[in-house]
């Protein structure tokens, strides 16, 4: 039998291949009770799965917020997950998903559990052309490209968590952030990450810095964008770095995390030596150690938009950019 440590160590390997492990639960039928949809996490986002405590109710808590519980002796709030969704629990809330991502930590509510699944990040398709309302990222195909796979719905549990309690402070202020970033005249930043909301915190955070970028929105997408620019500046005779000063990327995205972004980048000799910085959600020593392990330059945890300019400037000075 598998020590838990063992269980740690296999899954956190599991980064260096550009695979991850899903839990999938359920949410509940549609309101007329008919469907059961399933639904996934990044089990990295997972702290425990808890069966459903005793809640204490807030006052004045916004909608689809429970209350919160006093687990171990942290209060976390808990997120009705169904309600959000539209989803009708046909057996009640049972089970509640403790998760720390983002510098929080916090429960969703949830009818089950059905499995934790392992998957190839090429199994995950982005599914923000088929999908409103930006809760859901990708759509991840368990039984590969089989017509009639089972899908998974991987839902944006940040996005969720900024839609149900939006901050009344600005994102990025001008005033903190610090003085303008000069580049390389020519050249961009290159930004790679899959959820709405994060992108569009990146977008403010660089305009402010006053660093011109192309935003991508999976690995894969940014890893054939700097296969093109090679291309056309070959053509020219004249190499990437006259086009790209820095890539930050996301680590969890659909077709190519960020981490076998970043190992390809840094393995090809057209590429290895632009500055990679991983901005991400996922936080934790485990995370951090592979960052380095793939050859990033940096690792800065989502979203402080103070902090992301910091690591930026150190990247960019680091490589002698003016």
Known sequence: MKTVQQEVDERTNLTG???????????????????????????????????????????????????????????????????IVGCVPKT???????????????????ESVEDIVRLDWSQVLSAEANTAGGMVTSIARL??????????????????????????????NPDTIGPKIALKPGTVILAADD?????????????????????????????????????TTAAEGKTVHDRIALVLTDLEM?????FTLTRNIKQDARFKSIPVIIHSSLTGSANEDHVKSVGADGYVAKFVAEELAETIRRVLAQYQYK
Do not use: C
């Open 17 to 83: 291949t550009n695979k991850f492990e899903l839990l999938l639960f359920r949410l509940g039928g549609d309101i007329s009770g008919d469907r059961s949809e399933l639904f996934g996490i990044n089990v990295f986002k997972i702290r425990e799965i808890v069966a459903m405590p005793q809640i204490t109710a807030v006052a004045g808590a916004p909608a689809h917020m429970l209350g919160v519980v006093n687990l171990r002796g942290q209060i976390i709030s808990v997120i009705d997950l169904p309600a």
């Open 254 to 258: 659909p077709e190519m995390d960020g």
């Open 143 to 172: 039984d590969g490209d089989a017509d009639n796979s089972r899908l998974v719905q991987v839902l944006d549990v940040e996005t969720i968590l900024r839609n149900l309690s939006p901050s009344n402070e600005p994102d990025v």
């Open 195 to 231: 959820s709405v909301v994060a992108r569009a915190l990146i977008e403010q955070g660089l305009d402010a810095m006053g660093l011109p970028y192309v935003m991508t929105k999976t690995g894969k997408e940014a890893w054939d964008h700097l296969q093109a620019v090679a291309n």
């Open 92 to 110: 009640g809330l049972n089970i509640i998903l403790v998760t720390e991502f983002a510098r929080t930590t916090q429960a969703f509510a949830v």
